[in-house]
């Protein structure tokens, strides 16, 4: 049972660049969120999607965008990278909305735009 | 303004011996509050969920409680491992939100 699956694992982009982050999941989850975790800053949300086919803002959605083609896939894209996107991207999913139920994160993506 | 703000910012202590960690909320209205471990390079990992009815909730030598009315929580490690190094997470749920609010964590060393 993989559970969530990140990749790539790493990343160096140049400013301008473009790339996608794929996260794919096994559990036949509903739910799935893109996260971005930056040093001293608590894990904030960037969109999430609660069934195939949508996709919603987060707190933090500017220069990002994503698509769920397929339930067990959710896609983060950049399309014009920037500095201030050197970050640790996690993926996780759920089989329920928030409450009560708990989370499967991904192992993580640490990209660096230089 | 919805927070969770977690202390210390980091700790170290000597294996076998216990620690608490300490979460202060001010996410209203509450729904849960779960902590996680995050090993470094990894995601997190959930430890437990408590809803409001809830004071306290067990996870082997992690026990986590609950005051839902002063908004604090604390995870008990006891009898520590070395493989308890890492940061635990602190997280609230908003009640009818599609969102949780993550605290930095505490960095957790255990030294042989």
Redesign the interface.
């Known amino acids: 049972n993989a559970g ?1 699956t990140q990749t790539p694992k790493f990343r160096v982009l140049k400013t301008g660049q473009s790339m996608t982050l794929l996260c794919a999941q096994d559990m036949n989850h509903e739910y799935m969120y893109w996260y971005r975790q930056d040093p ?6 960037i969109h ?1 999607s ?1 069934g195939e086919g949508t996709t ?1 803002k ?2 933090v959605p500017d220069g990002y965008n994503v698509s769920r083609l397929k339930k067990q896939n959710f896609l983060l894209g950049l399309e014009s990278a920037a500095p201030s996107q050197t970050s640790v991207y ?1 993926c ?1 999913s759920s089989s329920r ?7 499967t ?4 993506t640490r990209l660096t735009v230089v | 303004k919805n927070q ?1 703000e977690q202390s210390p910012q980091s700790l170290i202590i000597l294996e076998g011996k216990n620690c608490t960690l300490q979460c202060n909320y001010t996410v209203s209205p509450f ?2 509050l ?1 902590w996680y471990k995050q090993d470094t ?6 430890l437990t ?1 408590m ?1 409001f009815s809830e004071n306290t909730k067990s996870n082997g030598r992690y026990t986590a409680t609950l005051d839902a009315d002063t908004k604090q929580s604390s995870l008990h490690i006891t009898a520590s491992q070395l493989s308890d190094s890492a940061s635990y ?1 602190c997280v609230v ?13 505490t960095r957790l060393t255990v030294i042989p």
């Open positions: 969530v001293g800053m608590g894990l904030r949300l999430y609660v919603a987060g707190e996690f996780a909305l928030g409450a009560n139920y708990g989370y994160f991904g192992s993580g | 969770v729904s849960n779960r390079g990894r995601g997190p990992v959930s969920i809803t997470i749920s908003k009640a009818g939100a599609n969102n949780l609010f993550f605290g930095t964590g």
